[in-house]
């Protein structure tokens, strides 16, 4: 089908628009959270009772230097509490993925290229580069990565989240190098809570529900507290085919010389399509195979090669796209999901100011990915007299046989075909991904007191022991094994007589003998892969199970002393001053026997021993300097010790305005995965330019593309690329260094009334020695448009099957290394403001808006000219959309028992990559620009003590994604960005004992 533009959706989206950007105008963006929160309406009232009471100091994500709220010299952006429920968030990534300072990582909506988890990308600048606490401690990492799985955080007992948008790792240590997330727990719960909520679409699917039960209580005179909780949640299926934006694989093409997206998909299809045959002035140098293709109707076939129809007895030629196959309808929309989590606190004064603390999580996850028919690709030999044939066809081969330009198989009764054949006689792939993991800390704070009066006053101190572990184990059913199909698909004749085997049939035997394996071991079954033809045996025969497991374990042992070092007549100067110690370890056994399956057993660990420190100097009444650093000694060889640190200041110029600003040098090892994985597959959206039409016009590209092994007759036609995927192998590097950021803010706090605060701060950040898995998008354009070498290394990496594709067992070799660089500014505004409307009644306005100025990421730090500008970008080289403008507003009123609160979130318009990178015009795209997108949440919540019932509806306009071809991460979308599901109802209850 061709995508027309719809213009009721158009006429619906500029109603939408309107009112979002009044909304927008009138309160600069977000939800019921800002950069910065004003104080509370408890602390509100007690300080309009008394105006000069000093602001408490408490400690924020950032610094471990106790301040009053609102100084903190980095920009942080808080989320309550409350926002989890007003947005019908159960798991994290729902509603951070919503912040305009985030751009999602993997979610519920993630099927292909899936790892079962939920992650956190701040900035755009990848999940390993930022660290996610839980209570201001490292916590649990769900594999080699190092990345924590947001699934596992209990959202019910969250209080706030403080996200800190800048490098910390002199505070925090590696990994810190974009900034943090810290989920701030309640641990002081008395009582019995219980939550249970339920949603699903308008549609009446993907439906949700949530239990949460949280118990505690206070002990011996309230000297310490136990708290224990419980969360099970249910996250139903949906599946690409329930909704018509999703139904079919789009991809762009052209309808009448006119840019259009039509459906289309993978060239791996259930009857087969064959190709690799010889092309232009290699064919003409073979007269037999030109005569049996002519006596097929196949004369002027090009690489695309041919097609069986569904008997498996006629052929034609193989079209684009019109024959490729649509694998959406068999893919999540929204993945299943169950998930428990058990777990406690507690902590006890065991004498006066000394308190001993203890958490334990543990969690249980199981999500599921689903997946059309296994696509088998690559070079195989096939019987040139098999009876699966029809005599055309095995006149066909033996002409290929007969004229094969190497001597040594010169008519020895097979040939070699690539072929794209989709078993779906063999049903649909699945994959369970079950997570366990726990997490056990244990430790000690309390009061030092003071050295003397002067000097090393109100000593404190915090010491704990963390180990968190995690076992991944993951079952794929319905995978063909690869060993298995190429044994069955070569065949020969068995003379049932003598037992004798051979290619060519047994002139005294009937039908020329028996058709069997020319392995025969295992049992295997010959298997007619012409047209849908497998018997039942055959796919019992190929089909199986795999199954690989990864576990990762993190130990930490740290400890901290904080209070001030003396007075000066500004006030104390405070200082932190610490050690830890950390050991992660992590291997992986990957599933072996699948089509694809490359993997071997890997893994390994290091450990890091680090002093740090912090101090804060008011200089005079209203101005503060900050500093601080950490030592950090890796037992990696080509890491060893670095330093990381960092300066900065605020200055309270008057009561209603603050200024700060911040430098920030951070530092991130390799992770476990980036050092010592093994070499295995992937597959990638990516564009192969020997594939595009203008390769072949091109003299320099295409003596390229012939060099690096795609036929002369081959360039610049679209079979060079069946599918819209290519494959990578991917592996680990011993020898990675470290990485480095230089990070900048600047920004202003303006609290001209009391209850009103705005934040305007700019950010900058620098990462050199990026280590980059270079996208198989980036090393083809290196090799084709750059370096235009085939001895160069990107050109080596790339190994192409004998007909020019790039497939099984090829691929393009892209492992780990210090080679990029990212370049990232811009500009985030936050705004607070509660009215008092009288009596019980309060209006809060929040929200915030982020401008990125820039987005730089170059594959190839060395080469300038790469540099791929992303900001206002998506696609196959700076994937996630990354809008200049971003943001989200919320409006929430109180009337006594009564809440309604209102949200906006606003995506800004992007273009598809390959326009900014001067790879194709805008004219030459049906849809080369995203707009800009609008969604309204409307939520409500009544307190009839002891219950509370909440309810609402997400995306209240039923606001459906702009469809897009080629450039797509899944789903004609990027689905973690944009809302596949269209609009959403929930209801839930709380009850309080």
């Not at 992303?870 to 809440?899: M, N, Q, S, V």
């Not at 939520?939 to 909440?950: A, K, R």
């Amino acid at each position: 089908m061709t995508m027309k533009t719809n213009r009721f959706a158009q006429y619906r989206s500029s109603l939408a628009a309107g009112a979002a950007s009044a909304m927008l105008a009138a309160m600069l963006a977000a939800p019921a959270y800002a950069q910065q929160l004003p104080p509370s309406t408890a602390q509100e009232d007690e300080e309009d009772e008394e105006d000069d009471a000093p602001q408490e100091a408490i400690v924020v994500t950032g610094s471990r230097i106790a301040s009053p709220s609102l100084t903190a010299p980095n920009p942080i952006a808080q989320v309550s509490s409350e926002e989890f429920t007003l947005t019908s968030s159960a798991t994290a990534e729902n509603l951070l993925n919503t912040l305009p300072q985030v751009v999602p990582g993997e979610s519920g909506f993630t099927n292909n290229e899936s790892s079962g988890v939920a992650t956190v990308n701040l900035r755009g600048l990848g999940e390993q580069r930022n660290l996610v606490l839980v209570n201001g401690r490292r916590y649990i990492f769900f594999d080699a990565r190092q990345v924590s799985d947001l699934n596992t955080i209990p959202t019910a007992l969250v209080d706030r989240v403080e996200l800190v948008t800048g490098g910390s790792s002199a505070v925090y240590g590696s990994d810190a190098v974009s900034g943090v997330v810290n989920f701030i727990l309640r641990d002081d719960f008395d009582g019995l809570e219980a939550t249970a909520q339920y949603d699903i679409t308008g549609r009446g699917d993907a439906a949700k529900f949530n239990l949460d039960l949280i118990w505690g209580a206070n002990l011996a005179d309230n000297r310490g507290n136990v708290t224990l909780y419980f969360n099970y949640f249910d996250r139903q299926p949906a599946f690409a085919d329930q909704r018509d934006q999703s139904q079919c694989f789009l991809e762009d093409t052209r309808v009448g010389g006119v840019p259009a997206l039509a459906c289309g998909g993978s060239a791996g299809i259930p009857n087969g399509r064959f190709a690799g045959l010889p092309l232009g002035a290699q064919l003409a140098a073979r007269p037999q195979v030109q005569a049996a293709l002519g006596a097929l109707g196949l004369t002027g076939i090009d690489a695309n090669g041919f097609k069986f129809d569904d008997t498996g007895r006629q052929v034609s030629r193989f079209v684009v796209p019109g024959d490729r196959y649509n694998f959406n309808p068999d893919n999540y929309l929204q993945l299943p999901q169950e998930r428990r989590i058990l777990g406690g606190m507690a902590k006890y004064e065991v004498t006066d100011g000394i308190e001993a603390y203890f958490d334990g999580i543990y969690t249980n996850n199981i999500v599921d990915t689903q997946f059309a028919a296994t696509p088998v690709g690559g070079s195989y030999r096939f019987q040139v007299n098999s009876p699966f044939l029809t005599p055309g066809v095995q006149d066909l081969l033996r002409a290929l046989d007969q004229t094969e330009t190497n001597v040594a198989t010169r008519n020895d009764g097979f040939t070699n075909l690539s072929i794209g054949r989709r078993i779906e006689e063999g049903g649909v792939r699945s994959t369970r991904y079950q997570r366990n993991a726990y997490r056990l800390v244990g430790g000690v704070r309390g009061d030092i007191g003071s050295a003397s009066e002067t000097a090393l006053t109100d000593l404190k101190f915090d010491a704990y022991y963390s180990f968190a572990k995690t076992s991944n184990s993951q079952t794929s059913e319905g995978v063909i094994l690869q060993s298995a199909f190429t044994q069955g698909v070569t065949t020969v004749f068995r003379n049932p007589g003598t037992g004798a085997t051979s290619p060519f049939p047994f002139a005294s035997v009937a039908n020329g003998g028996e058709l069997v394996c020319e392995n025969q071991s295992n049992g295997c079954v010959p298997l007619n892969i012409f047209g849908p033809n497998i018997s039942a045996a055959g796919i019992d025969f190929i089909t199986g199970r795999t199954t690989s497991s990864q576990e990762a374990e993190m130990q930490v042992v740290s400890g901290v002393v904080t209070g001030n070092l003396f007075r000066l007549p500004a006030g104390p100067v405070g200082f932190a001053l610490g050690a830890e110690w950390r050991d992660v370890e992590a291997f992986f056994i990957p599933s072996q026997g699948g089509v694809g399956d490359v993997g071997v057993i890997s893994g390994g660990g290091y450990n890091v021993k680090e002093i740090f420190g912090e101090v804060r100097v008011p200089l005079f009444r209203g101005f503060e300097l900050n500093g601080a650093f950490r030592y950090s000694d890796y037992s990696l060889d080509n890491v060893g010790g670095v330093w990381t640190y960092g300066g900065g200041a605020t200055w309270q110029i008057v009561p209603a305005l603050m200024i700060r600003g911040q430098y920030q040098r951070a530092v991130r090892a390799p992770s476990v995965d980036e050092l010592f994985r093994a070499q295995s597959a992937i597959s990638e959206a990516a564009t192969d330019p020997c594939a595009l039409a203008s390769a072949a016009a091109n003299a320099v590209i295409r003596d390229l593309c012939i060099a690096t092994g795609v036929p002369d007759a081959a360039v610049g036609n679209t079979g060079i690329q069946p599918n819209f995927q290519l494959r990578g192998i991917v592996g680990g590097n011993p020898d990675l260094q470290e990485e480095t950021t230089d990070t900048y803010t600047l920004g202003a706090v303006f609290q001209p009334a009391r209850r009103l605060s705005l934040t305007l701060d700019y950010y900058n950040i620098d990462i050199k020695d990026a280590i980059f898995r270079a996208p198989l998008d980036s090393i083809l354009n290196l090799c084709y448009s750059i370096f235009q070498n085939a001895s160069d290394p990107t050109c080596q990496a790339i190994d192409r099957l004998p007909d020019g594709t790039i497939g099984v067992p090829g691929g393009i070799n892209a492992p780990f290394d210090n080679i990029g660089a990212i370049r990232t500014d811009g500009i985030d505004a936050g705004i607070s403001y509660v009215m008092d409307l009288g009596g019980d009644t309060r209006l809060a306005l929040a929200g915030s808006l982020s401008w990125l100025n820039r987005f730089d990421r170059n594959p190839v730090a060395a080469i300038p000219d790469l540099t791929n500008e992303c900001a206002g970008a998506y696609g196959l080289t700076c994937g996630e959309p990354l809008p200049e403008w971003k943001g989200t507003a919320r409006a929430t009123l109180d009337i006594d028992r009564f809440t309604i609160s209102l949200r906006y979130r606003y995506i800004g318009e992007v273009t598809d990559d390959r326009v900014t990178r001067g790879v194709l015009s805008a004219a030459d795209l049906f849809q080369p620009v995203i707009p800009p997108e609008h969604y309204f949440d409307l939520t409500g919540s009544i307190d009839l003590e002891p219950l509370t019932l909440f309810g609402g509806v997400i995306n209240l306009t039923d606001n459906e994604q702009t469809l897009i071809g080629s450039s797509q991460e899944q789903l004609n979308t990027f689905p973690s960005t944009y809302d596949p599901l269209g609009i959403r109802f929930f209801m839930g209850a709380t009850m309080k004992f």
